[in-house]
């Protein structure tokens, strides 16, 4: 069974800093772009950040310069770093693939669970 875990969510104050980790488990060859996502209650999912299996980034104009996402591929794990979080960045955040390759030579897209990100004072 293929996952992808996140994890690093919370409560945390206007102006501070998380780091979630989205990590994938499972007989892995390679993992394409990934994506972090979030979404409020009666809103749609929105794209903020991608990173391409070469390491191209692209983001959201609302974190641009404020949020980084990174790899580590030996380690099969996406980051998201959010510093200067506002009230706004409240979200459950997602991590997605549009591919993973498997041992045996499948491909699956996937999404993780989700981790909550509260920003308030």
């Known amino acids: 069974q293929v996952q992808l875990v996140e994890s690093g969510g919370g409560l945390v104050q206007p102006g501070g800093s998380l780091r979630l980790s989205c990590a994938a488990s499972?007989?892995?060859?390679?993992?394409?772009?990934v994506d972090w996502y979030r979404q409020t209650p009666g809103k749609q999912r929105e794209l903020v950040a991608l990173?391409?299996?070469?390491?191209?980034?692209n983001y959201a104009d609302s974190v641009k310069g404020r949020f980084t996402i990174s790899r580590d591929n030996a380690k099969n794990t996406v980051f998201l770093q959010m510093n200067s979080l506002k009230p706004e960045d409240t979200a459950v955040y997602y991590c997605h693939t549009d591919w993973i390759r498997l041992l045996g030579g499948r491909y699956l897209e996937v999404w993780g669970q989700g981790t909550l990100v509260t920003v308030s004072s």
């Open positions: 990173i391409t299996s070469g390491g191209s980034t």
């Open positions: 499972g007989s892995i060859l390679s993992i394409n772009t």
